[in-house]
């Protein structure tokens, strides 16, 4: 397995490469943004990782509320520079880890099931009603 790790500002996303490392070929981090708070990574300092790429964040529209079926263009920007590390490190596992990330991977999975990488997300329409406590009331 050659995976890719998003969201590795959170402690969850180096729970997850320490769990998979002994499956995993090869570990790829995602880290989202620039800037001093991107330098604090936890998980792209760690041997656990053979490389580490700097993305755009996906995460403006999810924090604004703004949850649409279409990208929008921070995260088509996101799913562009993604699908470029997938090619080039022929990733074949993507493990997103925070709800944006889950939400904009989930919206473009097809997209990524076409090259061949899988996601262990849900459909978008299961996604979108799980991480929205309305509709998981309505759906309830």
Not at 21 to 46: D, Q
Not at 71 to 86: K, L, Q, R, W, Y
């Amino acid at each position: 397995m050659r995976l890719l790790v998003t969201n590795t500002l959170a402690p969850q996303a180096y729970a997850i490469a320490r769990a998979l490392r002994p499956h995993a070929e090869r570990i790829v981090a995602l880290v989202e943004g620039e800037g001093f708070r991107a330098k604090l990574s936890p998980l792209c300092h760690s041997r656990l990782v053979d490389a580490t790429y700097r993305v755009p964040s996906p995460s403006e529209a999810w924090l604004s509320g703004q949850v649409t079926r279409d990208n929008t263009p921070g995260e088509a920007e996101f799913v562009s520079a993604v699908t470029d590390i997938c090619r080039q490190e022929r990733i074949d596992v993507i493990f997103p880890s925070w709800d944006p990330f889950v939400c904009v991977l989930s919206r473009n999975r097809e997209h990524f099931q076409r090259m061949g990488v899988t996601i262990p997300v849900p459909d978008f329409d299961t996604v979108v009603t799980a991480l929205d406590k309305h509709l998981t009331i309505k759906a309830a």
